[in-house]
């Protein structure tokens, strides 16, 4: 009787083994999905940006100033540069009601779009500095979402006061829109940092407990491709905001 106890312990013990190393060859795949999706999404991006910056395309969505010789965004640019905030409100919507193949598509044309606001970074600063700041944002985040992924500790309530300072700095900016105030300016840009460096870990933590192992593969891909544009909005904001502090105007 004993032994046939311990067989049907060592059987549950092995079965618990097995269904964890499954659940996390799964998780490990689900994230390398968020994440390919994440860097292609990058790629596709500074393309667009280079493009735009670098060919006949700038005039297409910029018109210079004869006055300052400073570029701003005619009436195209302007809808290049909203659209992808028009699009990630579509994709919230269509998460839950359209298909995996449509999600990827509105993707695609998110992170091409955002290469349009991108390009004014390329057109601003040094091709030098831009490297240099976008090498020092890819270790940066790398490290970041490792500790994300890797902690035991929640990091909800850390994420929800975050999610309360972004709001803040959002209507900071607004305010300095009018007051231009070079100080405000740089409270904005260190704050940027440091929110948008905390809601990195965050959400690498959030897209990990979202993930299922039950879900079917056309739901699993929806949740890759929405954990994919936060961790994108992450990166490239934490980016800008280095940017305002490490970049060489040219």
Not at 17 to 33: C, F, K, S
Not at 168 to 178: C, E, K, P, S, T
């Amino acid at each position: 009787m004993a032994t046939q106890g311990q067989d049907r312990f060592t059987t549950v013990n092995r079965s618990r083994t097995v269904d964890q190393a499954e659940m996390d060859l799964g998780l490990r795949d689900y994230m390398l999905r968020v994440y390919n999706y994440m860097a292609t999404g990058l790629a596709v991006s500074g393309l667009v940006a280079w493009l735009v910056a670098n060919t006949a395309l700038q005039g297409v969505f910029f018109s210079v100033n004869p006055e300052t010789g400073m570029a701003g965004p005619n009436l195209l640019g302007l809808i290049g540069m909203f659209g992808p905030l028009g699009l990630l409100f579509a994709m919230m919507y269509a998460a839950h009601k359209s298909s995996a193949s449509t999600l990827q598509a509105m993707y695609w044309a998110f992170v091409a779009l955002q290469g349009i606001s991108l390009s004014l970074i390329l057109m601003m600063y040094t091709g030098e500095s831009v490297m240099r700041v976008f090498f020092i944002t890819a270790a940066s985040f790398a490290g970041l979402s490792l500790f994300g992924y890797t902690t035991k500790r929640d990091l909800s309530g850390f994420g929800s006061f975050l999610v309360m300072g972004l709001i803040g700095l959002l209507i900071a900016m607004v305010v300095n829109i009018f007051v231009a105030s070079s100080m405000l300016m740089f409270v904005i840009s260190a704050a940027g940092v440091l929110i948008f460096a905390g809601l990195t870990a965050y959400y690498t933590q959030e897209i990990k407990l979202q993930y299922s192992a039950d879900a079917d593969s056309e739901t699993q891909t929806k949740g890759a491709i929405m954990g994919a544009i936060t961790l994108y909005l992450a990166f490239i904001n934490l980016f800008q905001f280095l940017m305002m502090f490490l970049g060489q105007r040219e």
